[in-house]
């Protein structure tokens, strides 16, 4: 039996204008009837403590001029990403945030939260999408064709978009839970795994918004005697930190990607 055009995971062939920049992809696309085209990224997979934060976002065709600048959020400074921020949500078609809780990361993995996560942020769009744009690793279960694209934070715009709806959203709750847990340093690294971070946890042990099913975490509550605050699936218990299959990143603004 002939496949739908529509269920095919792939889009046609198309040629990919060199001037178009990171719009290139999603004009290609665009101009194969596929649109509206959504990006999908994440903030956080790669730190030890905090949510998952995961965003899609849809862009405008030939809206490019209006976005000069627009990248990989961990490219630009803060400054520049608050302002990216408010443009995106100005000029988007649509877009969406998802905010996985620590419990979740902890209770199914970080890996199964973020697929969930980008499934629930292309769910959540009023606009329903022609086609799906995800940074790094293929997505299952999309309500939509898809594709994934390496470093598409960097190489697709609507990806980038998303990426900074993704960061900014994380990077204010991590500002946040550093008002309440200000020994802990959220401010600055964001829960990522930097020196700074790790002394304190050696100090005074994880606290609840921690992710316990990561081994240095644990590791830390052992030290200290305390017990994880909420449960932690065995499946994912002491999990190595890893950021799209590779080591977590010392720096909060790298990643690695696969």
């Known amino acids: 039996m002939a496949q739908l055009p529509w269920l095919e995971s792939r889009p046609p062939r198309a040629v990919l204008r ?20 959504a990006g999908v990224d994440e903030a956080g997979r790669g730190a030890c403590a905090g949510p998952l934060v995961v965003a899609s976002c849809v862009l405008k065709p030939g809206d490019a001029a209006k976005f000069e600048g627009l990248t990989d959020s961990k490219l630009l400074t803060a400054a520049a990403r608050d302002r990216m921020f408010d443009l ?20 199914r993995g970080v890996h199964v939260s973020n697929i ?19 940074d790094g690793f293929r997505v299952p279960g999309l309500t939509a064709p898809s594709m994934p694209v390496i470093k598409g934070d960097q190489a697709v715009a609507c990806v980038a978009a998303a990426s900074v709806l993704a ?9 946040g839970l550093h008002e309440d847990l200000p020994m802990y340093g ?22 609840a918004v921690h992710r316990w099913s990561y081994v240095n975490v644990a590791a830390a509550g052992l030290a200290h005697g305390l ?32």
């Open 167 to 175: 960061k900014v959203t994380r990077d204010r709750i991590m500002a």
């Open 116 to 134: 969930e996560g980008m499934r629930r942020a292309v769910a959540r769009l009023t606009t329903h999408p022609g086609y799906v744009l995800v």
């Open 18 to 37: 060199r001037d178009a920049g990171n719009w290139a992809l999603q004009a290609a696309l665009d101009r194969r009837g596929l649109g509206p085209v």
């Open 227 to 258: 017990r994880a605050p909420h449960p932690v699936a065995l499946s994912v218990a002491a999990a190595a930190v890893v950021q799209n299959g590779g080591s977590a990143p010392v720096d909060p603004e790298e990643r690695v990607t696969a």
């Open 186 to 207: 959220f401010d600055e690294h964001k829960g990522y795994c930097t020196g700074a971070h790790s002394a304190t946890l050696a100090e005074h042990g994880p606290s």
């Open 88 to 107: 995106v949500l100005r000029r988007a078609v649509d877009h969406a945030v998802v905010v996985v809780p620590v419990e979740e990361v902890d209770r």
